[in-house]
């Protein structure tokens, strides 16, 4: 039989490897055990000796350590080459940061030092981070801001610089596994990004899983690089089918983002401007309406770290005033310089809070940046107008309230109450509006979903505004 194994280890009781029995009878029969260890013996019989008549056996531990040189010794000096999957598999797939467990895209490599600062990407200065919090560590150059270049109509053009990050992604970067094909490509982009990628060279892959990723961002690079600027692929990513993943849509919308508050000293409008491009979590209780990054309450739902923020937004229990919530305010407004990658902080959207205003300014600046009409946003309480003449939904769920109120239908007390903010868009030159809207107010509309989640869709408000005269 084969089993069971017995584990060697060499003189210094360093475990070397695991043996089969007849390995390790070998090692007692030339006298070459120097101690054992371990309860569990097993006893292995041989033949029947012809002058005794006594049958030969060997009993083996099941540790044995064999004598000579440390056989280990070589071991320390062989390192294991690095690549995402051995460090998440040595990790156990466990963020270092928040301790939770993750798929394998959920992770990245985090260096404890940076490479920018000198740091090396070896197995002692990496370990595994999970996107939220690796993304915590940084500063709002994540977005991919300083790899563009602004032209004279102050849009983001495509830089090669930033397709070359799409390359770095994990879910194409080549791993120890990699072909030489995938190896090949891969350098062959780096070296020229905006080459052409022939059907052939994918096909090549051996990593099917590979090929498909490959594809999705060689067509998500050849539309930035047809559009030639970030905002026109955003803005006619939206006239016929969406076909590229949600995760370079609100890439996209971060980085037009710190594009038009580049410079914004305000960090009210700067957390209100999150929603443009994270989802957040909602609960609305006793007249107050409280939003928090969803990413960042679902990692700490537990109430470990944070705990107060996950427990009120998730569970919606206790009252605001017995809990300790990092609410941003104009009194405390400052934290978010020291947190704001940590997307951590709540903000308030009540009827007369700041957050509020602040979001007003940047539905404002994003109105402004793409159609060059000037516009003006106020909160309301409630829509005045019996019959109003405009509305844009700023997600689905307003969207479909409003359309059903306009239209005379019925909405139910349950659905009304997920309305978290209502608007009133003027624009201040009303020859830039249709002209049988010419001068009529737009209102807007936030809310959440029956579970709580607010999904803004910027587009929105630039594929629904009643604009005449005007391209984007």
Known sequence: MDSPLILSLDAHGVPHRWISWQQACFYYAKNLVAWTMGDETFTYYGGISRLTGERSSITAHSIIAIKGKALAAKGFHQVPPLNNRELFRRDRHMCAYCGGEFSYFRLTRDHITPLSRGGRDTWMNVVTACRHCNGSKRNRRNSGFYLLERDPAGRLRVTDDFLRAYYLRPEVHPVEESCDAERALHAALMENPRRTVSNEELTALKDKDAEDNYRTVLSFRDRLVREGTVEALYVNLFKGKVDIPPLFIEQLAHVILRNILDGCDDPLRLRAGELFFRDQKATLQEGHVLLA?????????????????????????????????????????????????????????????????????????????????????????????????????????????LNELWSGGEVDQGRMRRIIALFALQFEDPAVMRPDLSGRIVYLGLAATEEGLVRMKPQNLLLNLPLHGLSS
Not at 364 to 385: D, G, L, Q
């Open 293 to 401: 990054d969803l990413e960042t309450v679902e990692m700490h739902a537990a109430g470990n770290r944070y705990g107060s923020v996950g427990r009120l937004i998730v569970e919606a229990q206790g009252s605001l005033g017995s809990v300790d919530l990092d609410v941003l305010d104009r009194a405390n407004a400052a934290l978010y310089w020291e947190r704001e990658s940590r997307h951590d902080t709540v903000i308030s959207l009540t009827y007369g809070r700041p957050a509020l205003d602040a979001y007003c300014r940047v539905i404002e600046a994003w109105v402004s940046h793409f159609t060059k009409a000037e516009i003006s946003v106020k909160p309301i309480r409630k829509i005045e107008e019996q019959r109003w003449a405009w509305h844009v939904g700023l997600d689905a769920e307003s969207t479909s309230i």
